[in-house]
């Protein structure tokens, strides 16, 4: 909630927001309710490991989730209650410290835009825009419907671009493995960009039953504090691989978006992208 908004220039606020305990703890205990339900703990049933153990191992994990979760909701709502439009990023002030049980106090610097006085539009002529929808805007939409509809087979071929991998991981930091850090059954898709290019570069053309290492070096403002700065060694064994089949664009795949070929498909894309086009430039 918004506790303090100072005006430092024309286009410049400082912002600064509460967030309350009950709040941080809530979102903690909805993290951790996730994790408990899908993690694998040696000697406890899936569902059923203790607190404790969850906070132990994946402990930072979890503070950067609901770090990532609760300050964008609770600045968004000081940004509605102080009635102001910020026109880039804010940039937060001091380090940020997370507690479960611990209120948390921020400030932040905006960029919004200036006021501006009493305008006069007489006498102004509007030239309507001209809609146009590319050739290739049309193929790109479909495009993302094609990959809404990829399917994943079991393959025995060595891993190419787009596939996925079941793969286990064991993680060592100076030699000392780190449960928190190390993973099992996890579903790697192959030239994801949520994974580091040093991972992807080194399981490409790996097959089933193949095992690996790749050391990752991490930036010292990592949002994860164990890993921040450090040389990471992963060992990795793939225990499956999955091909990757595209749907071709054809009549049958129009008929999955009720349409009875592709030419009426690309009809009923090029109109969607036209009547959005006409509803943006409304809005502006």
Do not use: C, W
Not at 20 to 36: G, H, M, Q, T, V
Not at 105 to 131: D, H, M, N, Q, R
Not at 201 to 227: C, Q, R, S, W, Y
Not at 228 to 241: H, N, Q, W, Y
Request: charged share 35%.
């Amino acid at each position: 909630m918004l506790q303090e908004i100072k005006e430092v220039s024309p286009t410049t606020r400082r912002i600064t927001i509460n967030i309350p305990a009950d709040a941080i703890k809530a979102e903690f205990n909805s993290s951790y309710d996730k994790l408990r339900a899908v993690a694998r703990i040696p000697g406890f049933r899936q569902g059923k490991a203790p607190q404790a153990i969850l906070e132990k191992r994946f402990g930072k994990d979890i503070e950067a989730e609901v770090m990532q979760k609760i300050i964008p909701e609770f600045y968004s709502k000081a940004i509605t209650e102080a009635d102001i439009e910020p026109v880039g990023y804010p940039s937060i002030e001091g380090d940020v410290a997370l507690k479960a049980d611990q209120p948390l106090s921020l400030t932040f610097t905006v960029e919004v835009k200036p006021a501006l006085g009493e305008l006069k539009y007489e006498g102004i002529v509007l030239e309507k825009k001209k809609l146009s929808v590319e050739d290739e805007e049309i193929e790109r939409a479909l495009k993302t419907l094609q990959d809404s509809k990829v399917l994943y087979s079991v393959t025995g071929e060595a891993i190419k671009e787009g596939d996925l991998a079941v793969i286990d991981g064991d993680a060592f930091i100076a030699g000392e493995k780190k449960e928190e850090l190390s993973y099992g059954e996890y579903p790697f898709v192959q030239g994801s960009e949520t994974i580091p290019e040093e991972f992807s570069a080194a399981i490409l053309g790996k097959k089933k039953g193949d095992e690996f290492e790749v050391k990752l070096n991490f930036e010292g403002d990592h949002p994860n504090k164990t890993i921040a700065g450090k040389e990471i060694l992963f060992k990795v064994k793939i225990k499956e691989t999955k091909k990757r089949n595209v749907p071709p664009l054809d009549d049958e795949f129009a008929k999955e978006f009720d349409s009875d070929n592709m030419e009426e498909l690309r009809k009923k894309v090029r109109d969607n992208i036209s009547e959005r086009r006409e509803s943006e430039i409304k809005i502006k």
